[in-house]
């Protein structure tokens, strides 16, 4: 039987700034009413660096998972080269229990293509592309249809709002990969090879795009900039955990009663944001366990949460990582080893193949789940996973390889006597002595 | 024998029957996606970099990317076969066999998994008289499992091309395959 843990009754009060509830703010007369590129103006009446600079003081860090310092990462970028730069905006979204960044695409596709010019200003960058994952063509055709209204009113191209500035926005519709969504792998598929990730270093800013420098950001962190410009650094600063600041875009989904996509400050308590934003557990059942930051991230137990909060630093303290904040619930009667059976067959899918540990080991972590859920595996084979996923773990080109990794081993740490219960040995009765 | 042989020496065994003039060569790519095309070389500064691009608008054209689109792509490209043919292959989204009219994915991913994914799928097998990944006699469905489709809070899901339905029932099943047919 699992304790329920009581949850806080307050929930914290929070006004959307990503995606704020204003009718119609997609269409650009509207989000123009309500003060929209304001912040682009703004940010072209300041040099460059001092934008940097502005982003590097807001604290923001990226969204997209790894959580790393925006502000530095445009820091990186060569500010005198011969070569041409490029900003990469990645949309591939494809973590399982990641589904936020389709809500700006929807509701708020200005803010998205505001943070891409103030980006692009900062860095000196005329060529942005915007890298949409190919299942989303309703969304890509949104944010076309967007940016064809920038464009017309002279927000994008050629001398931007008579600066002299000019970049040119893009997008570019990837084909099913979740790979795809690695920086490098992301890269190459702009180039138009196949989504193989690139040995690091050289690192993008200075071997990017065709040999380019090149920042790739995640389609939140880029929508996080309009609000630091507009706001300030020190409001932005001031905005949840210190450490890890700013609005964040929270989708819960499993077993909630309103599943969805909340904006909140970060920092939440993990139970406020399942019982208050997302309406609580659905038929009243204890939790068992949940993921916190989309698939890859770390399980943690239902009785682990008391105090675990939505921050970078909270979840590392708990064991696990804030991921693309996809937060995905199970109750008490979920089949964990279903669960994870499942996870590690989507690894085995989009492994891409060129690093032996992840292309095999993925194979052979699910093929061994599949023993237990048809109840055929060995005691040993307990330890034959995490044998696997160790063996896996650090020793590929990209994160994919830990990535798949990462839950098996924390899986069969926390919930070990799942998996013990569903071997054949579990049921093997000790033979009795005359 | 000198050499250039000349037409006379060619004994008659060896000469072509058939017209020795090539035929006009007709474009896999519609006038509208040609023009699209050359748009397109804008965007990036190598022709390589259209590989996607183009390849989407064959498939959007033809359903899905035939031997000979491929062929017809990589020259329009300046690229080999062999690139186009590792591209179409890495990528799930493209298809090298034609499909039944509809398309219908099924996300089976954790997300839709918790709210019973695999109830959807069953009943879908049962309505359309084919195991997933299969295409039913008249050509009209393709259904297959996907991986996560980016809609887990909306769960359990299908996608029919680029639509999306979601927060599904069986019955809510019905009423789409309804629609279709």
């Not at chain 1, 931007?160 to 570019?172: A, C, D, V």
Request: net charge negative.
């Amino acid at each position: 039987m699992i304790q329920q843990p009581t949850h806080p009754e307050q929930t914290t009060a929070w006004e959307n700034v990503i995606l704020p509830s204003i009718k119609e703010l997609h269409k650009i007369d509207v989000y123009r009413q309500h003060g929209g590129y304001n912040a682009f103006r703004k940010a072209l009446g300041m040099k460059p660096e001092d934008v940097i600079e502005e982003v590097k003081r807001s604290g923001l860090r990226g969204r997209g998972g790894a959580c790393f310092p925006t502000g530095l990462k445009w820091s990186f970028m060569p500010k005198q080269t011969p070569k041409a730069k490029y900003l990469c905006v990645n949309g591939d979204e494809s973590e399982p229990g990641t589904f936020k960044d389709r809500q700006i695409f929807e509701f708020n596709p200005h803010l998205l293509i505001e943070g891409t010019l103030i980006a692009c200003w900062a860095m000196g960058i005329t060529t942005a592309y915007i890298y949409i994952r190919g299942e989303y063509g309703k969304w890509i055709r949104m944010l076309e249809r967007a940016l064809q209204d920038a464009y017309a009113n002279r927000l994008v191209g050629e001398n931007i709002l008579e600066s002299g500035f000019t970049t040119q926005i893009y997008i570019h519709k990837g084909a099913g990969a979740y790979i795809c969504g690695e920086e490098s792998s992301l890269m190459n598929s702009i180039e138009g090879e196949r989504g193989y990730p690139r040995v690091k270093p050289p690192f993008p800013a200075q071997f990017g795009l065709w040999g380019c420098p090149t920042t790739i950001n995640n389609v939140e962190t880029i929508a996080n900039v309009p609000v630091i410009m507009e706001r300030g650094a020190a409001w932005y600063a001031g905005v949840g955990v210190p450490k890890h600041p700013g609005p964040i875009l929270v989708g819960v989904s499993g077993h909630v009663n309103q599943p969805g996509v909340f904006e909140m400050p970060t920092g939440i308590p993990l139970l406020e944001i399942i019982h208050k934003w997302a309406g609580g557990v659905t038929g009243n059942k204890a939790i068992k366990a949940v993921i916190p930051g989309g698939s890859s991230t770390m399980i943690l137990r239902g009785e682990q949460l008391e105090g675990v909060r939505m921050d970078a630093d909270s979840l590392k303290a708990a064991g696990s990582s804030v991921g693309t904040a996809g937060l995905i619930v199970m109750n008490e009667e979920t089949d964990l080893v279903a669960v994870l059976t499942r996870i590690a067959k989507f690894y085995y899918h989009e492994s891409c193949g060129q690093c032996t540990p992840c292309r095999e080991g993925t194979g052979w972590l699910w093929k061994v789940l599949k023993r237990f859920e048809a109840r055929e595996a060995r005691m040993s084979d307990v330890d034959l996973l995490m044998d696997i996923a160790n063996n896996i773990e650090g020793n590929t080109i990209c994160a994919l390889g830990d990535a798949a990794a990462w839950p098996v081993q924390s899986m069969i740490r926390r919930f070990r006597a799942e998996f013990e219960r569903r071997t054949v040995d579990q049921v093997v009765e000790e033979p009795v002595s005359a | 024998m000198s050499w250039p042989l000349s037409a006379a020496s060619i004994p008659s065994w060896a000469k072509r029957t058939s017209d020795p003039t090539p035929p006009p060569r007709r474009h896999m790519l519609n006038e509208n996606n040609l023009k699209r095309v050359e748009e397109l070389k804008q965007r990036y500064p190598t022709t390589q970099a259209l590989t996607l691009p183009v390849l989407w608008l064959v498939q959007e054209q033809e359903g899905y990317i035939s031997e000979d689109s491929m062929k017809e792509v990589a020259s329009l490209l300046n690229v080999t076969y062999a690139h186009v043919l590792g591209v179409v292959t890495f990528y799930t989204m493209f298809h090298d066999k034609p499909l039944g009219r509809h398309h219908i994915e099924v996300c089976t991913n954790v997300s839709c998994m918790l709210k019973g994914s695999d109830k959807i799928l069953q009943h879908l097998e049962q309505r359309l008289g084919v195991s997933c990944g299969h295409t039913t006699t008249d050509g009209k469905f393709t259904l297959s499992e996907t991986e996560c489709m980016g809609a887990c809070g909306f769960a359990p899901m299908i996608a029919i091309g680029e639509e999306y339905h979601e927060n599904l029932t069986p019955e809510a099943v019905d009423r789409v395959l309804e629609g279709l047919r």
